[in-house]
């Protein structure tokens, strides 16, 4: 098993930042990739961004430029920088801790979900 926290998730106003972290605990042997998803009312999860552990990247197109997913292995943790937030970036954001790669292109395979951070971007 795989434990996954999430925190940084707060009120920011547009063009704010905000730094999210997720420290992964237990099995961690098994992650192969970590994820960052969101899921804004009446909408479905997204996909935000990953990492691999040999730190490839994706992002979704709309946060490119804007967000920065990042690990730190000493400290089994990956953070995820947010730049330039809009009012249509609020929604809970959820890490994800996934044995293979591939599960953040097929959705398919073993993974592990956190609890969610809300962030919410309004004036």
């Known amino acids: 098993q795989v434990q996954l926290v999430e925190s940084g998730g707060g009120l920011v106003q547009p063009g704010g930042s905000l730094r999210l972290s997720c420290a992964a605990s237990?099995?961690?042997?098994?992650?192969?990739?970590m994820g960052w998803y969101r899921q804004a009312p009446g909408k479905q999860r997204e996909l935000v961004a990953s990492i691999t552990s040999g730190v490839n990247t994706m992002y979704a197109d709309s946060v490119k430029g804007r967000f920065t997913i990042s690990r730190d292995n000493a400290k089994n943790t990956v953070y995820l920088q947010m730049n330039s937030l809009k009012p249509e970036d609020t929604a809970v954001y959820y890490c994800?801790?996934?044995?293979?790669?591939?599960?953040?292109?097929?959705?398919?395979?073993?993974?592990?979900w956190g609890q969610g951070t809300q962030v919410t971007v309004s004036s």
């Open positions: 994800n801790a996934a044995y293979s790669p591939n599960y953040y292109l097929s959705g398919v395979g073993p993974n592990y």
């Open positions: 237990g099995s961690i042997f098994r992650i192969n990739a």
